[in-house]
């Protein structure tokens, strides 16, 4: 059997099929998983729709009902379902996904129950190692059952309540699921395809077949290209919005109605303000986590509505817990992915979407001017290095600063990579530099007050790291 190791990250595991890892190696990482969840009622097993999903996901389960485990088959389904159906039967869950990456790749992203992340730091990593060094583990006298269940239509009620669109302006809504798992979610929160009644929506569908092969484009709506189709069907059909989501709909991209990318910081403004007047509301006082790159003008105008701003670093395994500790009502990531206390602190696409769909539906304006009011900032986007060694790189980077750093003219934090800040004087900036936690990619990100000071210092940090694409 390959070592697990060898595709262990951050938040999860991920990996090439079958050059790095298969159905054996499911086998026994189900047999882990038991290990340590040893007392647990039943396992909560899903997968999307990529190729190896079936054979990891019955191999996974038959590992772990070899152990004694009961196992609970969610078959084919999004990851913010497993999210709910861990949270809402208090069960772990193991769930085969590789979310955005090519479709060669799977990878599994574990929690115990109540959708709590395990990540690197909080048991990942002792299951994994615990998994590589028993390949033959024997099977229990008494395997545990493997049943299937259907739990996308409480999924769909559940949002349902939890966001009400009922009351909205008639919107028609692009939609790119990128034959990822978003089709199916839509259609069931957004749509009818469970038996919910119809919302004041009109779908135009793209690509709503899960296929793992990804015939039309990578769903992976954070590299602009992957948008082309989605912007071009706003603009034809007269939409009023499009949503893209990623392979396994966790998360959601927005476009507006003349088919223009929305910052996904800018999402989390709205979504954010929403859910802090709705805490006010009910007397209580408000905190909402953001990660390291998220635009200034979240915490900015968090602050300002009254609630409390809370920076963190990248990542699910992160998020959540930092959630958990200060009660937070919302959590938003630069990277599309949103998180809400009310759903067991988890992140789900179409959440995030419905929360922009009742901004938009509940006032006239269109989505285009919305953005603007949160876009006060030049950004960069994400620009993706391949390098060698990238503590070197950010070493390079560091040591250019730390002169500015020394008589007070930056500040430099190691939170997640690197920050250099410049916002305590003009022209105000900030840049940062961290490696991937999924991918071989150093990322950046810039923020300034105007365009041509965030192209110099963009410009300035990638020719320190590499050339840049």
């Known amino acids: 059997?390959?070592?697990?190791?060898?595709?262990?990250?951050?938040?999860?595991?991920?990996?090439?099929?079958?050059?790095?890892?298969?159905?054996?190696?499911?086998?026994v990482l189900g047999a882990a998983i038991a290990h340590a969840m040893a007392g647990a009622e039943a396992l909560l097993v899903g997968h999307d729709m990529r190729?190896?999903?079936?054979?990891?996901?019955?191999?996974?389960?038959?590992?772990?009902?070899?152990?004694?485990?009961d196992v609970i088959d969610l078959g084919q389904v999004s990851t913010d379902t497993m999210y709910y159906a861990s949270g809402a039967k208090t069960l772990p869950g193991a769930m085969l996904t590789a979310s955005h990456n090519p479709s060669g790749d799977n990878g599994l992203k574990l929690m115990r129950p109540k959708a709590k992340p395990i990540g690197l730091e909080t048991g990942l990593k002792e299951i994994v190692a615990w998994a590589d060094a028993h390949p033959d583990r024997p099977r229990a006298a008494q395997p545990g059952a493997i049943k299937q269940i259907d739990v996308l239509p409480e999924f769909a009620a559940f949002a349902r309540r939890a966001v009400d669109l009922s009351a909205i302006r008639p919107l028609r809504v692009a939609v790119d699921a990128g034959n990822g798992m978003g089709g199916v979610v839509a259609e069931a929160v957004?749509?009818?395809?469970?038996?919910?009644?119809?919302?004041?929506l009109t779908l135009v569908p793209l690509f709503f077949e899960p296929d793992g092969t990804f015939p039309n484009h990578l769903a992976n709506p954070i590299d602009p290209a992957n948008l082309v189709d989605l912007r071009r069907?706003?603009?034809?059909?007269?939409?009023?919005?499009?949503?893209?989501?990623?392979?396994?709909?966790?998360?959601?991209?927005?476009?507006?109605?003349?088919?223009?990318?929305?910052?996904?910081?800018?999402i989390g403004v709205i979504i954010a303000l929403r859910e802090v007047a709705r805490e006010q509301a009910?007397?209580?006082?408000?905190?909402?986590?953001?990660?390291?790159?998220?635009?200034?003008?979240?915490?900015?105008?968090?602050?300002?509505s009254g609630a409390e701003p809370v920076r963190t670093r990248v990542g699910h395994a992160v998020i959540k817990p930092a959630m958990a500790a200060r009660d937070a009502v919302f959590g938003a990531e630069h990277s599309g992915h949103f998180y809400f206390r009310d759903f067991f602190y988890a992140d789900?696409?179409?959440?995030?979407?419905?929360?922009?769909?009742?901004?938009?539906?509940?006032?006239?304006?269109?989505l285009s001017r919305l953005a603007e009011v949160y876009s006060p900032y030049a950004a960069s986007g994400e620009v993706n290095f391949r390098v060698d060694d990238p503590a070197h790189s950010i070493q390079k980077v560091q040591a250019v600063y730390a002169a500015d750093a020394a008589n007070g003219t930056v500040t430099l934090d190691s939170l997640d990579g690197l920050t250099v800040n410049h916002w305590g004087s003009a022209p105000r900036w900030w840049a940062n530099v961290r490696p991937s936690n999924t991918e071989a990619l150093l990322r950046l990100n810039v923020e300034a007050e105007d365009r041509d000071v965030m192209i110099k210092v963009r410009d300035g940090i990638a020719g320190l790291v590499s050339e840049w694409r």
């Not at 390959?2 to 190696?25: C, F, H, M, Y």
């Not at 957004?190 to 004041?200: E, F, I, R």
Request: hydrophobic fraction near 45%.
């Open 1 to 27: 059997m390959r070592p697990l190791s060898a595709i262990l990250k951050t938040n999860d595991l991920r990996g090439a099929v079958p050059e790095q890892w298969g159905p054996d190696e499911a086998r």
């Open 190 to 200: 957004l749509g009818t395809a469970v038996g919910l009644p119809p919302l004041p």
């Open 233 to 266: 069907a706003v603009v034809e059909s007269g939409a009023d919005l499009g949503l893209a989501f990623d392979g396994d709909a966790d998360r959601c991209f927005v476009v507006d109605e003349r088919g223009q990318p929305v910052s996904p910081s800018v």
């Open 348 to 366: 789900s696409g179409v959440l995030s979407a419905a929360h922009v769909l009742a901004a938009l539906g509940s006032q006239g304006l269109p």
């Open 282 to 304: 009910q007397g209580r006082p408000a905190v909402v986590i953001h990660n390291a790159i998220t635009s200034q003008v979240l915490p900015e105008l968090v602050r300002a």
């Open 51 to 69: 190729v190896s999903g079936p054979e990891l996901a019955q191999a996974l389960a038959d590992g772990a009902a070899g152990q004694g485990l």
